[in-house]
């Protein structure tokens, strides 16, 4: 298993907005990760690298890989066609990588392989915590119109009921050690 630096929710929360911010997306608009994806490659700070679905890079289960070493995001072109033809799981594929690429790039995070680590320690958690704060910001998940919120933020109904459930859950904790 894989450890790497702490990251709380609310930093995680931060990181988001901050990036949000830098492409001047407001929190009530969707996040087009595809075109901030495109944006970085263009600046030439981010490696992206289409493979065909059946090349054996990434294996059958692997969709989008970030290789720190040579800083590219791999993506299988089936995800790429998924954000074109409007199924927006691929979209959390996306942001999901983009914040690995954050750990590695920006932050110079280390990554140690481990026996034990904390669940904040786990680089998996916080890119899928980054994802969803990116593209479906806490503030909306007031909203209960599941519809709605997945079409307007262009995310799955599995991430806005996620999301969701976290929600609640972490409000309910906090209540309890109040």
Known sequence: MIKTSPLSVKTIEKIAKEVRESFNIKLDEAFPILDYLNHLFYKGELGIQIIDDNDHYLDKKTVALYNA???FI??????????DNGIYRSNFTLAHELFHYIQAQIFK????EVETRKAYEDPEWQANE???ELLLPKAFLVDDDIDFLASHFKVSKECV???KVKKKRREEKNSNND
């Open 69 to 71: 070493s040579d800083n």
């Open 74 to 83: 791999y993506l299988k072109e089936s995800v790429i066609e998924e954000v």
């Open 161 to 163: 009921l996620t999301r």
């Open 130 to 132: 980054f994802a969803g």
């Open 109 to 112: 995070f280390d990554f140690y």
